[in-house]
C-alpha cells in the first residue's frame, strides 16, 4: 500500500521553528516530484513549497527564505524546515507526491497520493 506519513507539527510561539517529515511507504519516491502544502478552515488549500524529482525547490512568497524542503532518498523522506515562524503559518501541512520528473515540478493536478496532514499552531 502507497503511503505518505506526515509527523513533526505542534505548537510553537511566533519566531520558533519546527521541521516536518513526510515519509513514503509502498514505493520510492526517489525520482518523483513532492510537494508540501497547507489548509487552514474555509480556506482553499495552498502549495508551500516543491520539489522537483531532480532535487530542484521552489516556494511559496509567503514562506521563501523561511521555510527549506528537502528529502533523503535512501530514508524515503521528505522535509520541510520551518524557521522564523508566524502566525499566519498556522494551518494543516499535508505533504504529497507525483510521477518521476528530472527537472520540473509536479503539475497542480499531478499529485496522485496525499498523507493524512499534520497540524501547526503558531501562537504570538
Known amino acids: 500500500q502507497v503511503q505518505l506519513v506526515e509527523s513533526g507539527g505542534g505548537s510553537v510561539q511566533s519566531g520558533g521553528s519546527l521541521t516536518l517529515s513526510c515519509t513514503a511507504s509502498?514505493?520510492?519516491?526517489?525520482?518523483?516530484?513532492m510537494g508540501w502544502f497547507r489548509q487552514t478552515p474555509g480556506q482553499a488549500r495552498e502549495v508551500v513549497a516543491r520539489?522537483?524529482?531532480?532535487?530542484?525547490?521552489g516556494y511559496a512568497d509567503s514562506v521563501r527564505g523561511r521555510f527549506t524542503i528537502s528529502r533523503d532518498n535512501a530514508k524515503n523522506t521528505l522535509y520541510l524546515q520551518m524557521n522564523t515562524l508566524k502566525l499566519e503559518d498556522t494551518a494543516m501541512y499535508y505533504c504529497?507526491?507525483?510521477?518521476?520528473?528530472?527537472?520540473?515540478?509536479?503539475?497542480?493536478?499531478?499529485?496522485?497520493?496525499w498523507g493524512q496532514g499534520t497540524q501547526v499552531t503558531v501562537s504570538s
Open positions: 520539489i522537483s524529482g531532480g532535487g530542484g525547490t
Open positions: 504529497a507526491a507525483g510521477p518521476p520528473t528530472r527537472f520540473r515540478f509536479c503539475a497542480p493536478n499531478e499529485y496522485n497520493v
Open positions: 509502498g514505493y520510492r519516491y526517489s525520482s518523483s516530484c
